[in-house]
């Protein structure tokens, strides 16, 4: 049995992320989480509660150098940020294919479109080849998460890339847009829109 | 249009790949060529076709320090290699999520099972969940290259881990497996053998 800590992270006891958790549980709900934190949570707990099998991808990276000192894990030394080609979360659900970015902003009325090229091209390929695919958009003012259909953000890319305005407004996700419960565990259980919307 | 190679490598004024790949169009045939390199040029070409959308994903690593240089990139100075917890390669084919692991071995009568726990309790999820599993087997010596459906993998695992044989002999792989025609392009072309074993 998996036990969970009062805001909602398993416990393991090899698990360092534990350690920072309960220092964390001093904080209630899931105030000074991020929505990449968030997400993690809610991923595993869809993994370990056999709902789902998605995961977040690993930060791609360009390796230079690596030391491999005696008696020790080898150690890189140098290495570069690389840019992703596709969005940052996929995985399988109920025998289909999801696939989603999370975006997380701080402006109050809309969500900035900027440096999205490879993730906006990679979803319309995953649309095209039938799969489900969205944005997961955090406003940290108000602590709203909504699921917004690819097809939404991939419109307001094209018409910005053809020199119209660089945010897709709130007022179109509020309308076009799904409003994600967030609850203790699963922490954003965006798999329930998921269903709704999708299934 | 795409161009390419002879040696089926695309043709891309701004890659770099293209570079190296014109060094090696020296070699005739994909001697030389790991398996993880024809897998990338496989993938690559899938995309571009757009027959599939199936990336390798990137190597975990963890990352302990970055330097912020002024006016150029910021560099990783420390990081370790993380073990993943899922296979190297996923993606979307026909509407379907397909999941795959690619192994190279020397040997010439086995595959070795070694560190696979984690790729296996994946691919028991995945298979569970409804999505498409298996191994790119590939045999250096002989230069064949096989799919092996993840059930057998695991089958032979578990029995592993239960004190049994600490590999898979090539027999059962010629049985249980399918070969992969190689060509040009695409070089490695396991999506027609997935075509005829699950859809």
Redesign the interface.
């Known amino acids: 049995m998996t036990i969970f800590y009062p805001n909602g992270k398993p416990y393991k006891e090899t698990d360092k992320a534990a350690k920072q958790c309960q220092n964390q549980s001093a904080n209630y709900g899931n105030r000074g989480m991020t929505l990449e934190e968030d997400l993690n949570i809610t991923n595993r707990y869809y993994?370990e509660e056999?709902i789902?099998?998605i995961?977040k991808?690993?930060?791609?990276?360009q390796?230079v150098n690596v030391d491999y000192p005696k008696r020790s894990?080898?150690?890189?030394?140098?290495?570069?940020?690389?840019k992703a080609?596709?969005t940052d979360y996929?995985?399988?659900?109920?025998?289909?294919?999801v696939?989603f970015e999370a975006k997380e902003t701080h402006h109050e009325t809309l969500l900035p479109l900027k440096n999205h090229a490879h993730q906006v091209i990679?979803m319309k390929?995953?649309k095209?080849?039938?799969?489900i695919g969205f944005v997961i958009i955090k406003f940290t003012h108000t602590n709203e998460v909504f699921l917004l259909d690819a097809d939404v953000l991939i419109h307001y890319w094209e018409k910005q890339a053809a020199g119209g305005r660089k945010s897709i407004p709130k007022k179109v996700i509020l309308k076009e847009g799904f409003l994600i419960p967030q609850k203790i565990l699963p922490r954003i259980d965006y798999l329930r829109v998921v269903n709704d919307v999708y299934l």
């Open positions: 993994l056999d789902a099998v995961y991808k690993p930060t791609p990276v390796i894990a080898a150690k890189i030394t140098e290495a570069y940020f690389r080609s596709t996929n995985g399988i659900y109920r025998g289909k294919y696939d990679h390929r995953i095209k080849h039938g799969g």
